[in-house]
């Protein structure tokens, strides 16, 4: 479809809509965007904190189940805000209809939790613009079969960018509570710079190792449809970061980012047995139960072969159950909680040989212990206790933004 220019996709987060006076400020800025000639399609997620109460709820009710419950039960936040913001736009004299996924054709496919969008009916949403209204869709959910899915944590900017695919627009805006992307959580690691433009591949790998600003699937989209994406502060008017496609992005410093994901955990299995085909079955049962594995290492010395992954911390309780069944008593399983992951990750490392050495070096001269190691052409990453997560987070920072002067 053709590029409708001045139809503009704006995700605003959790934060953004958290309070009434927000979703009024909200309103307000929508409604100087229309003032201005822009036509604003808007996505919303839920309040800030709603999702992790639901969640909790969820946990407490069965800590294992997933299914179409569980995303009916998650979905519901953002049901509330859309509604709430279309009613601030309506009381400022702005039509705007609060839309679900449903009514929009948000078609996904039926891994409930972890839903990827398949296809949306950009038809129906254009009609909505068309007549003047403003879409407000709820962002994080999809539709397989009549019923609702979800697209995993964070995914509302994966909504955004999947609408803005959708109508062949080359750009979308996610506003969010930081005024940009920087060059580690600011939360962890002091004196941290604003990332002007990062490449599509930066932010893809940034986003699967823990960094929360933008979801994965939602760069991977961006990547795939060639939309760009602009993250800015919903409570000021500035520029924040631009994700740019591959040689859009400004001098690529060797590492762009030092990112972390803080709720590791690492699964050790010795000996595994000889037999053929034990690594597939267990990664086959695990893949069953969508349990995504990231880094996986594995030896052989004369005492046996030894297998060590690391998974998130919340699939823990299915992953050890998996764990437990397909080994028997002689094998020693041990599941270490509370580890974390440090990444650093830069285009500019494909040019720049020695930043795996730094980067060791830098962990070593804190006594970091490392339990994991992987590293690609852009990043490196390390497995380490979490107690040991803020004083790497600060020493790598040092160490690598000395560059960026
Ligand atoms: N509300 C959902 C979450 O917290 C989706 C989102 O905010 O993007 O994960
Ligand atoms: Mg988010």
Same mark, same amino acid.
Request: aromatic share 4%; charged share 25%.
């Given at each position: 479809m053709k590029a409708q220019s001045q139809i503009v996709v704006k995700k605003f987060g959790g934060t953004s809509v958290g309070s009434i006076e927000r979703i009024e400020a909200?309103?307000?800025?929508?409604?100087?965007?229309?003032?201005?000639?822009?036509?604003p399609i808007v996505v919303a997620s839920a309040m800030s904190g709603e999702t992790n109460r639901l969640v909790g709820l969820a946990h407490e009710m069965n800590p294992r189940y997933r299914g179409p419950a569980y995303d009916m039960l998650l979905a519901s936040g953002e049901q509330v805000s859309i509604a709430l913001l279309a009613m601030a736009l309506e009381k400022r004299g702005v039509a705007a209809k609060p839309l679900l996924a449903h009514?929009?054709?948000?078609? &996904?496919?039926?891994?409930?939790?972890?839903?990827?969008?398949?296809?949306?009916?950009?038809?129906? %949403?254009?009609?909505?613009?068309?007549?003047?209204?403003?879409?407000?869709?709820?962002? +994080?959910?999809?539709?397989?079969?009549?019923?609702?899915? &979800?697209l995993g944590r964070g995914g509302s900017d994966t909504t955004a960018v999947a609408l803005a695919a959708a109508i062949g627009s080359d750009a979308c805006e996610i506003f969010t509570d930081v005024p940009a992307i920087c060059t580690a959580d600011p939360r962890l690691v002091k004196n941290v710079k604003e990332i002007k433009t990062l490449e599509f591949e930066e932010m893809m790998e940034m986003a699967s190792l823990g960094s929360?600003?933008?979801?994965?699937?939602?760069?991977? %989209?961006?990547?795939? +449809?060639?939309?760009?994406?602009?993250?800015?502060? &919903? +409570?000021?008017?500035?520029?924040?970061?631009?994700?740019?496609?591959?040689?859009?992005?400004?001098?690529?410093?060797?590492?762009?980012?030092?990112?972390?994901?803080?709720?590791?955990?690492?699964?050790?299995?010795?000996?595994?047995?000889?037999?053929?085909?034990?690594?597939s079955k267990l990664f086959i049962a695990l893949a069953e139960k969508n349990i995504v594995v990231d880094i996986i290492t594995q030896s052989q010395n004369e005492e046996g072969q030894r297998l060590a992954f690391s998974i998130s911390e919340e699939d823990v309780p299915n992953a050890e159950d998996i764990v437990r069944t397909l080994f028997g008593e002689d094998i020693k399983v041990s599941v270490i909680k509370d580890m974390a992951k440090i990444s650093t990750v830069g285009v500019g490392m494909k040019n720049h040989p020695g930043v795996a050495a730094r980067f060791f070096k830098v962990l070593s001269d804190l006594d970091v212990?490392?339990?994991?190691?992987?590293?690609?052409?852009?990043?490196?990453?390390?497995v380490i206790d979490r107690k040991n997560l803020e004083k790497s987070a600060n020493g790598l920072h040092m160490e690598f933004t000395l560059d960026l002067g």
């Amino acid at each position: 479809m053709k590029a409708q220019s001045q139809i503009v996709v704006k995700k605003f987060g959790g934060t953004s809509v958290g309070s009434i006076e927000r979703i009024e400020a909200v309103a307000e800025r929508i409604h100087e965007d229309l003032l201005s000639g822009q036509k604003p399609i808007v996505v919303a997620s839920a309040m800030s904190g709603e999702t992790n109460r639901l969640v909790g709820l969820a946990h407490e009710m069965n800590p294992r189940y997933r299914g179409p419950a569980y995303d009916m039960l998650l979905a519901s936040g953002e049901q509330v805000s859309i509604a709430l913001l279309a009613m601030a736009l309506e009381k400022r004299g702005v039509a705007a209809k609060p839309l679900l996924a449903h009514q929009l054709g948000i078609k &996904t496919d039926a891994i409930f939790s972890k839903a990827r969008i398949q296809s949306i009916n950009a038809d129906r %949403l254009l009609d909505v613009v068309g007549a003047g209204v403003v879409p407000i869709v709820a962002g +994080f959910q999809g539709e397989v079969n009549g019923q609702i899915t &979800t697209l995993g944590r964070g995914g509302s900017d994966t909504t955004a960018v999947a609408l803005a695919a959708a109508i062949g627009s080359d750009a979308c805006e996610i506003f969010t509570d930081v005024p940009a992307i920087c060059t580690a959580d600011p939360r962890l690691v002091k004196n941290v710079k604003e990332i002007k433009t990062l490449e599509f591949e930066e932010m893809m790998e940034m986003a699967s190792l823990g960094s929360k600003v933008l979801h994965f699937r939602c760069v991977e %989209l961006a990547a795939k +449809f060639g939309v760009k994406i602009h993250l800015r502060s &919903t +409570f000021e008017k500035r520029e924040g970061t631009w994700v740019v496609p591959e040689g859009e992005g400004m001098e690529n410093p060797v590492v762009s980012a030092v990112t972390h994901d803080a709720s590791t955990a690492v699964i050790k299995i010795f000996p595994v047995p000889h037999e053929q085909g034990y690594l597939s079955k267990l990664f086959i049962a695990l893949a069953e139960k969508n349990i995504v594995v990231d880094i996986i290492t594995q030896s052989q010395n004369e005492e046996g072969q030894r297998l060590a992954f690391s998974i998130s911390e919340e699939d823990v309780p299915n992953a050890e159950d998996i764990v437990r069944t397909l080994f028997g008593e002689d094998i020693k399983v041990s599941v270490i909680k509370d580890m974390a992951k440090i990444s650093t990750v830069g285009v500019g490392m494909k040019n720049h040989p020695g930043v795996a050495a730094r980067f060791f070096k830098v962990l070593s001269d804190l006594d970091v212990p490392i339990h994991l190691v992987t590293t690609s052409e852009i990043k490196i990453s390390a497995v380490i206790d979490r107690k040991n997560l803020e004083k790497s987070a600060n020493g790598l920072h040092m160490e690598f933004t000395l560059d960026l002067g």
